[in-house]
């Protein structure tokens, strides 16, 4: 729908600056980034999320962490669009000794990054931790917790997700990127997490289900899960496709942490250049 476009042009921009970061630095995790693209530009750009660019660490800012860690080119790129930093100082020094972009995002270097994450299934419990300090405090924040379905194997997040539940913990939501693919194979041929839905309820979670690409359908679920974090925690399943936008990437597990060479970024960003 058109109110939307706008949207679709801020995410199809970022698609673009996720690949030539990673070109320029021959390193990063380009699937997942171009996965996760969509939900970044719904938190950050339409208003789901309070936050203030100019103010990176307002206190009455809601919280946001990136569990998956190493998806940071989607990431710096959605904040380097919101404002947060320049875009081309983003290009030129990713990944390089002494940036404040380092290949997993660093709290005490980058504006924005709410808190360090890397080792995966730690980021829910943090962000837990950060939910039970605001009730305990009585601050009125929400935090949101994006995770990776691969990640979602380690046990940690089954902890925390129990914890969560049994608590009824509020102002938390976690968004999984359910794009089905890891590091080097199809989620389901390793530890298959389904079903992710009766799963999640059976820990006393509430699940809104939506496609994670889609702003039609995607905005009102996060809308929703806003809202219903009120009273307890919240899980969003949110379907997406690796390397989403290019088709050569998409649904290939090669491309989960390999950078686009100059032909193949050039043809990437071309098929960019016709959705746009």
Known sequence: MPQYDHLRKIANDIRKTILVTANRAGAGHVGGSLSETELLTALYFTGLLRID??????EGRDRFLLSKGHCTPGYY???????????????????????VFQAHPDMHKCPGVDYSTGSLGQGLSIGIGMAEGARLNSRAFTTWVLLGDGESQE????????????????????????????????????????????????????VVETDGHDFELLIPS????????????VAVIAHTVKGKGVSFMEGDFHWHGQAP????????????EVTA
């Open 222 to 233: 996060l809308e929703q899960a806003s809202a219903l974090s009120a009273a307890g925690p």
């Open 155 to 206: 046990g940690q997040l089954w902890e925390a997700l129990m914890y969560a539940g049994a608590k009824q913990l509020p102002h938390i939501v976690a968004i999984i990127d359910y794009n089905q693919v890891q590091l080097s194979s199809r989620v389901e041929d390793v530890v298959n997490p389904a079903p992710y839905r009766a799963k999640l309820e059976s820990f006393g979670w509430q």
């Open 53 to 58: 660019p100019q103010a990176p660490a307002w």
């Open 261 to 272: 060479n100059d032909e193949q970024l050039a043809a990437a960003l071309a098929e960019l």
């Open 77 to 99: 790129a959605a904040l380097a669009h919101r404002g947060y930093f320049d875009v081309e100082d983003l290009v030129a020094t990713f990944d390089q000794a002494g940036s």
